[in-house]
């Protein structure tokens, strides 16, 4: 009886917390601040990065301008017109046919422009010689005002190889700029800092590869390119050897 009467006192009173002020509730701990707020910025933008290292980053936009500027000129250059007009080869054709030397002479040094004019020129001047000397003419000419053109081509290669060299020097500067400065953090800051460093130390790295692959991928074009019309030009210098030789052999069977 005496415990019934208890139980019972204590729910009409409100329970064993009856009498006692409730508390408010504790307010939560701060959540730890993502990545991107502990290094003060999100994911950077191209602008960004590329004022990381501007000095390294201006001469690779450099760099890729000059590429893309000699592939220009090239693409343009190496073309029919250039090396073997058709109206320039039918007009020496026919002079040759006519055996009337002096005049295709005249009309090659009036195409001094013309990549196959100067190698025609000369195996006009030796018309009386054998094939064989004609096609070493040619071989000779031919080679030396090709390398010309290789040697600009070869432009393009060379910038595909300083690109990833000039972007890696940037990112060993930033390197060191980076533990340099890490010296005057606390234990805190030290991983958000090293890891935003790195990313923007990397980013010369990034921009070099860019240019190294746009400079490889315009040279191959254009080295095809090259390669395809300094064919034709040889095919149709050898043509024209033969008519040499075969006029030749005609003017001295008639002189005979």
């Known amino acids: 009886m005496i415990l019934a009467t208890t139980v019972w006192a204590q729910s009409?009173?409100?329970?064993?917390?009856?009498?006692?002020?409730?508390q408010p509730p504790a307010p939560a701990a701060p959540a730890a601040p993502a990545p991107d707020?502990?290094?003060?910025q999100g994911v950077p933008s191209?602008?960004?990065l590329f004022m990381t290292s501007p000095v390294i980053n201006i001469a690779l936009l450099a760099l890729s301008v000059i590429a893309v500027l000699i592939f220009a000129f090239l693409f343009m250059s190496l073309c029919g017109?250039?090396?073997?007009?058709?109206?320039?080869?039918?007009?020496?054709?026919?002079?040759?046919?006519g055996r009337r030397w002096e005049q295709a002479q005249t009309l090659c040094r009036g195409k001094s422009s013309v990549f196959s004019a100067d190698i025609i020129q000369r195996c006009v001047e030796n018309c009386d010689k054998e094939p064989g000397v004609l096609m070493s003419i040619v071989e000779t000419e031919g080679r030396?005002?090709?390398d010309v053109i290789w040697n600009r081509i070869g432009y393009l290669s060379e910038i595909a190889s300083i690109a990833p060299l000039l972007g890696l020097l940037g990112t060993v500067l930033g390197m060191i700029e980076v533990f340099f400065n890490l010296v005057?953090?606390?234990?805190?800051?030290?991983?958000?800092?090293?890891?935003?460093g790195i990313a923007q130390a990397m980013a010369t790295t990034m921009f070099g590869?860019?240019?190294?692959?746009?400079?490889?991928?315009?040279?191959?074009i254009i080295r095809g390119r090259a390669s395809a019309i300094l064919g034709d030009t040889e095919k149709v210098c050898h043509t024209l050897i033969d008519h040499i030789h075969r006029a030749a052999q005609e003017g001295k069977a008639a002189r005979a």
């Not at 009409?12 to 409730?22: D, H, K, Q």
């Not at 707020?37 to 003060?40: D, E, N």
């Not at 017109?81 to 046919?97: N, Q, S, W, Y």
């Not at 005057?184 to 935003?196: D, F, M, Q, V």
């Open 81 to 97: 017109p250039g090396f073997i007009p058709a109206r320039f080869i039918d007009e020496v054709t026919k002079l040759v046919i």
């Open 209 to 220: 590869l860019i240019v190294a692959i746009l400079a490889s991928v315009l040279y191959v």
């Open 46 to 48: 191209v602008a960004d």
């Open 144 to 146: 030396r005002r090709a």
């Open 184 to 196: 005057t953090r606390t234990a805190g800051e030290k991983a958000a800092a090293l890891s935003s």
């Open 12 to 22: 009409e009173t409100g329970g064993f917390g009856a009498g006692v002020t409730p």
């Open 37 to 40: 707020v502990m290094m003060g």
